[in-house]
């Protein structure tokens, strides 16, 4: 049985995808601006260290570009690497959910869990772009936690209610 908020219309890979990547480009906004909110607890990093995103657009750059980015470059190309990443995960929601019911339950906390499991928990330290969360303070993984669970639910918000009424 389809859900209630897409039941008037049948799965497109299409729409789901485009559904996503739309929540997924806000819900990362507010990731940030919940961030930007809290952080003030505690940082997640060593004094000094840059953060992942701008670990990784940097390697990019010297890797693919042979360029090493300026401050400024950096914060722009940090931005764009978690806007990219958050919409990517939450357009490959939009399409799973759009052919597996299941998917759906619990309002994109699920979604958000297996983000913050997948990328902050195992990928970003095993790619040594920070360091593993049992050597963090438990409010900065307090914070990442949270951050995520608000990215996943505000994707599935938008994601349904785009489904619901723009895309149907």
Do not use: C
Request: glycine share 10%.
């Amino acid at each position: 049985m389809r859900a209630e908020t897409q039941s008037t219309s049948e799965p497109n890979l299409w729409k789901g995808l485009l559904a996503g990547a739309s929540g997924g480009l806000i819900a990362s906004f507010a990731m940030n601006e919940f961030y930007s909110l809290v952080l003030r607890v505690e940082s997640n990093s060593e004094p000094g260290e840059e953060d992942s995103t701008i670990k990784l657009a940097s390697g990019i750059s010297e890797i693919v570009f042979d360029h090493v980015l300026t401050p400024d470059q950096k914060a722009i190309a940090g931005r764009t690497v978690h806007y990219a990443f958050g919409m990517t995960m939450a357009a490959a929601y939009g399409v799973l959910v759009e052919f597996w019911d299941a998917a759906r339950q619990g309002w994109g906390l699920s979604f958000g869990v297996a983000v913050w499991l997948g990328a902050h928990v195992i990928t970003v330290p095993a790619l040594r772009l920070s360091q593993p969360i049992t050597r963090n303070a438990a409010g900065s993984e307090a914070v990442e936690g949270a951050a995520h669970l608000i990215y996943g639910a505000v994707v599935e918000g938008l994601r349904r209610s785009l489904r619901s009424h723009a895309l149907r």
